[in-house]
């Protein structure tokens, strides 16, 4: 394993914002400290760039098994490390899902050899069914780091419970897709001006906020641990402050397409600009920023979802899910970083720290003996996303066409480069 000095790069995690070389060798971070006196088998000028702890995604969709025409552990991990993500956490809506120890383990030993953290969650029911309980300490043995049935709510308050009280005695916590399917009935954008304006059916956002109420208050009466996945509404980022405010341990993550953009873009009647949450409105947008802002969510996630051009072709049709990998740091850096409304140690707290906390996983620092997990980024590039340029296997990204500023040069994990940018 070849070593690898930075020097003069721009150092970045939770302890500390300077300037200084750092050392890698055998997988691990050997030295960090100004002018070292040292050489590497490859030495790397980081003038003008930061190094950062990987990210970590703990909300993503590989499709694999069973829908690898879309994505598969290897384009999902590429998609990954292009965006300077070097943990994930992997949802079970898979076919099969992951409801067995067998499928678990399978996924888990063909992703252990991809170069990226790959973590999975098992399914909190049945087939995703929401009819009986999955067995969690079989599937914890098995290796899941969490318990979710993402994609599909748990049906009931006393199911939710009930999930709550034996995650919590199997020392797993459980990652909650909060959405009521009656009051959706068939919507596939945010229920207002726009979905009247498009004749199309809409989804009131009290699908997403009653359903969020019920699981954070079933978490504050079991005391179990409990995460909230992609809110996207005024009334849900209430729900979770209160919930906190009153003591629960509970936590929750939003995605870039919440934070920049809203549901006019639906006008343009692009199944890419369909996802589940939908895009929202201004008022929504401002209050994601809010909860950013005052600590409210505590991950910035991608939730990415590859569904292939022939998939997205008919906008009322098409399957929701947008793919976020390659673009989330980027996005993030443009609205916050360059704004001044958050600091780069304020990101890594959002896009490493935290959701590594949440799943009980070994913290990320830049520090003699750490992994040697870490990315390079130019501060300042700006770049147009192009949807033919993504890693991913599929192209169905809610950001083509915009400009970003800031661009991941590099991904190292285990001392080795794993993706190092090509402009041509």
């Known amino acids: 394993m070849d070593s690898i000095l930075i020097r003069n790069v721009r150092a970045v995690d939770r302890q500390q914002d300077a300037v200084c070389d750092i050392l890698l060798c055998d997988g691990k971070i050997k ?34 098994p069973g829908q690898t025409h879309k994505e598969d552990v290897n384009t999902g991990a590429a ?10 956490l992997c949802m079970p809506n898979t076919t099969p899902p992951m409801d067995s120890p067998e499928t678990v ?34 599937l914890k043995a098995a290796g ?19 999930a709550l009280a034996k995650a919590k005695a199997a020392g797993l916590p459980v990652v909650s897709h909060c959405e009521d399917l009656a009051i959706i009935n068939g919507g596939i954008i945010n229920k207002g001006a726009v979905s009247e304006k498009l004749g199309v059916k809409g989804m009131d956002r009290a699908s997403e906020d009653s359903v969020t109420y019920r699981d954070l208050q079933a978490a504050l009466r079991t005391g179990a641990q409990l995460h909230i996945c992609h809110v996207s509404t005024r009334g849900s980022v209430d729900h979770v402050r209160q919930a906190k405010a009153q003591g629960g341990d509970v ?18 009647r692009d199944a890419d600009y369909r996802m ?13 920023r809010e909860g950013i802002l005052d600590g409210t969510i505590d991950c910035i996630i991608t939730d990415h979802a590859p569904h292939t051009a022939a998939e997205k ?19 993030t850096l443009t609205a916050f970083y360059h704004t001044g409304l958050l600091s780069l140690q304020d990101i890594v707290r959002l896009m490493c720290d935290n959701p590594r906390r949440i799943l009980h996983l070994p913290a990320r620092t830049l520090a003699a003996g750490e992994p040697a997990d870490l990315i390079l980024v130019d501060l300042d590039r700006e770049w147009t996303v192009d949807p033919d340029k993504l890693h991913s296997r599929s192209h169905n990204t809610v950001f083509k066409g915009m400009t970003f500023r800031g661009r991941v040069l590099m991904t190292v994990t285990g001392g080795i480069i794993r993706y190092e940018l090509n402009d041509e």
């Not at 998609?79 to 994930?88: D, F, H, N, R, S």
């Not at 049906?155 to 419970?161: D, I, V």
């Open 251 to 268: 936590t929750c993550e939003t995605a870039p397409h919440y934070f920049l953009l809203t549901d006019e873009l639906l006008l343009k």
């Open 276 to 288: 589940n949450p939908p895009l929202r409105t201004p008022d929504d947008v401002a209050a994601i």
């Open 105 to 138: 383990r399978e996924f888990l030993g063909r992703a252990a050899k991809t170069g990226v953290e790959i973590h999975q969650t098992g399914t909190l029911t049945v087939g995703l069914k929401g009819e009986q309980l999955a067995d969690y300490a079989a």
């Open 313 to 331: 072709a008919d906008f009322e049709k098409a399957p929701n899910g947008v793919v976020g990998l390659e673009t989330s740091l980027a996005a």
């Open 144 to 162: 899941v780091t969490a318990l979710s049935d993402d994609g599909r709510p748990v049906p009931t308050a006393e199911m939710m419970e009930q």
């Open 31 to 64: 030295e960090i400290a100004p002018h070292l006196d040292a050489g590497a088998d490859r030495v790397i000028d980081g003038t003008g760039l930061a190094c950062l702890p990987g990210l970590f995604d703990m909300h993503v969709h590989f499709r694999d």
């Open 79 to 88: 998609a990954a490390l292009a965006g300077g993500v070097t943990g994930v």
